[in-house]
């Protein structure tokens, strides 16, 4: 589509009751960020409260038609999701805006790639749109799906504010609290807004040819103030309460209270739990028993359940969920591992379940037939459970589509270790409203970590993995091998999972970073992975975690046998070098004694470096000898890896995990990077 081009969601699919709308973007050094948000607005092009405003301190609809998915790597940038259920739109809102803003008010024209995209129920594609004339904008209009003559359609806006997230709530209506002295600027209420300050405002839904020219700014509302002066009458009934006002500030993470002291006489006692694992004994009985733990819990805290199935295209509704059904399906019944229903409103959303544990791999036979009966049945999904992960363009199960039927059907996948993410989130840092339901996802999270369960996530680098290592040590490895790629999907899958295991554990966005280069897709990515991988023996990525100084590097050389974690963090932009290094020391005075400090300069040569044990003395060491600029500070820490290819405790796996737990917990915690900008 092109700016301000308008079409029917009803011609483009049968299924749009549910959509799927998602925000892209990249940035050439994969560091770069943005968070969506949606507005719910009447005909007058205002929200009715600001409940009606759903950003990151405000994620989900309590009538389930809106809710944010969050944001998932691409194979060019990042693409966040949002999930609308438009049967579930109040009658009295006619727009729902759907918008982005940057950090601190980056501007939008540092980013590469921004689009839109929308797709059905059944996540088929139906619409798209590109966004290249972006410049300083820190907030972004991307589009709007509004009623006319009771049809949904969807317009193409692509126009920006300079004022950040506070600027464009406040055009919306929603009353912004004042955040000064917070870090966020974007939620400072003290800038500029209203006219002065907004780049273009779109104004409300018309039905204008496709490539019709940007539409004129809305005018803000102005609502007079009273005279604080006037006093009232005497029998005046008070003023009505004033409407509580909206922190776009990030809400700050609240640890949980620490466990009651234990009655048990000694470590020998155990605690009774609702799902014991220690019986099971075969991978029949771990499938069984996880299968039937996950979907009960799900069904039981509807904000767990909601979690988990609402990617996948699931109303917000009652959930019933079933094992050991029994399907007809050609000469013999089949029975899926479970069943996952959602009703709402009337309207029924059907998804079966194949689930694998303790490393199994799905069935592709399986699988198929779970396709074909749910597209035979009217269902609307199939999802596979295991403990791999799932990457873009490479299925993890091959399954055959029959064009000819009209009904799709959705081919989802959660591994075990995002589910164990999601109950993570929940319970150690969203919260749950009932302490029944929060007792219900403890119990969960320890049957998931328990180390009879099966469900321990990705613990396998697959079988060209000992090929490979050989191959590099003795030098018979060559660029194309089939088998490195494979090694490079295997890295990819591993990074994957230690951003869901970091991120369910600080509770904040952890992702992987993948530089945007034109024209590269994943696979060609993973195949550049591979020759590096068979040329110099080095496995490398990086993962983004959020409010942190830079991006965290991991590089794995087969050759050496050694991990090193690291982090590249800038230079602060005011202040004196000797100053810099000074703190940047007392900032590490709990990190390891080997962890390796270089300087790095806008100099030909390579700046000074040395071990913290060294520095700490002598902390002007750091500084260049010549007049070279100080432009950042690596930080790095080196350890030897494990060799087998399992999670087993001398694994490679196993080792990464080791690896980049310690490099956070002990350097990346302690760097105040707010203190690093304002030195």
């Known amino acids: 589509m092109v700016k301000g081009a308008n079409v029917g969601l009803a011609t483009l699919s049968e299924s749009v009751d549910s959509v799927i709308v998602s925000l892209g973007w990249s940035s050439p050094g994969g560091d770069a960020d943005a968070d969506v948000s949606v507005l719910l607005l009447t005909a007058e092009g205002k929200v009715r409260s600001n409940a009606d405003f759903f950003f990151y301190n405000n994620l989900a609809a309590e009538d389930g038609s809106v809710q944010l998915l969050g944001q998932t790597p691409t194979e060019d940038g990042t693409e966040d999701r949002i999930q609308l259920d438009l049967t579930a739109v109040p009658a009295d809102v006619e727009r729902l805006v759907i918008a982005a803003s940057r950090h601190r008010r980056a501007a939008f024209g540092q980013l590469d790639g921004l689009r839109l995209g929308l797709a059905d129920s059944t996540g088929e594609p139906l619409l798209g749109f590109a966004i290249g004339d972006a410049t300083t904008e820190s907030a972004f209009v991307f589009g709007e799906i509004y009623r006319r003559n009771q049809e949904w359609k969807f317009r193409a806006v692509g126009q920006g504010y300079d004022t950040g997230l506070a600027g464009l709530a406040t055009d919306f209506g929603i009353e912004i609290d004042d955040d000064e002295g917070q870090e966020d600027a974007e939620g400072a209420a003290d800038g500029p807004t209203g006219a002065d300050a907004r780049v273009d405002t779109p104004e409300p839904a018309t039905d204008e040819p496709a490539g019709a020219p940007p539409v004129k700014a809305l005018v803000p509302r102005q609502p007079s103030a009273p005279d604080e002066t006037a006093s009232a009458p005497e029998g005046t009934p008070a003023a009505p309460a004033t409407p509580k006002r909206l922190r776009t500030a990030r809400k700050k993470v609240i640890r949980p209270r620490s466990p009651k002291p234990s009655l048990a006489e000694n470590d020998s006692w155990r605690s009774a739990r609702l799902f014991p694992a220690t019986t099971l004994k075969s991978d029949r009985e771990r499938e069984v028993r996880a299968t039937s733990v996950l979907l009960s819990v799900m069904a039981q805290v509807p904000e ?33 591992d ?29 699988v198929q037939d779970y396709m074909d009966i749910a597209a035979r049945r009217g269902y609307e999904a199939v999802i596979t459970l295991s403990n791999d992960v799932a990457l873009e363009g490479v299925p993890l199960v091959p399954v055959k589509i029959d064009g000819r039927r009209k009904h799709k059907v959705a081919l989802c996948h959660l591994s075990w270790a995002e589910v164990t993410f999601h109950a993570k989130m929940l319970i150690r840092h969203e919260g749950v409203a009932n302490p029944a339901h929060a007792w219900l996802l403890e119990e969960l999270l320890h049957y998931l970590q328990h180390e009879n369960s099966g469900c321990h996530g990705f613990q396998n680098m697959g079988p060209a993995w000992v090929p490979v290592r050989n191959g590099i040590d003795d030098e018979t490895l060559v660029e194309g091998d089939e088998r490195a790629v494979q090694v490079a999907e295997s890295w990819e899958r591993l990074i994957r999972q230690v951003c869901f295991q970091l991120g369910g554990e600080l509770g904040v966005k952890v992702l992987p970073v993948q530089p945007n280069r034109r024209g590269q897709d994943a696979s060609d990515r993973r195949a550049a992975l591979a020759d590096r991988l068979c040329t110099d023996g080095r ?6 975690i959020a409010d942190t100084a830079g991006n965290l590097g991991i590089t794995a050389d087969l050759r050496l046998g050694k991990l090193r974690t690291s982090m590249e963090i800038a230079a602060p932009e005011a202040g004196y070098p000797l100053s810099w290094v000074k703190r940047l020391v007392r900032q590490l005075a709990e990190a390891p004694a080997d962890l390796h400090v270089e300087t790095l300069t806008d100099g030909a040569t390579a700046g000074p470096r040395g071990t913290l044990e060294k520095l700490r003395p002598e902390p002007g060491d750091l500084l260049p000898k010549d007049s070279s600029k100080i432009t950042g500070f690596r930080l790095s820490l080196s350890k ?28 990346i915690a302690h760097l105040d990077h707010r203190a690093a900008r304002r030195a």
Request: hydrophobic share 35%; net charge positive; proline share 5%.
């Open 338 to 366: 479970g069943v996952i229903r959602v009703e709402r409103a009337g309207r029924r959303w059907t998804a079966l379940v194949e689930s694998k544990t303790n490393g199994n791999p799905l069935k592709a036979e399986q």
């Open 640 to 667: 030897t890896m494990g060799n087998t290819r399992g999670n087993a405790e001398s694994g490679f796996i196993r080792s990464v995990d080791a690896a980049v737990e310690r490099f956070h917990t002990s350097v």
């Open 304 to 336: 767990f359940g909601r979690r988990l199935t609402a990617a996948f295209g699931a109303p917000a509704g009652r959930m019933e969920n079933f094992t050991e059904v029994s399907l007809p399906h050609g000469d013999s019944p089949k029975r899926p």
């Open 539 to 544: 496995l490398t990525a990086e993962i983004r």
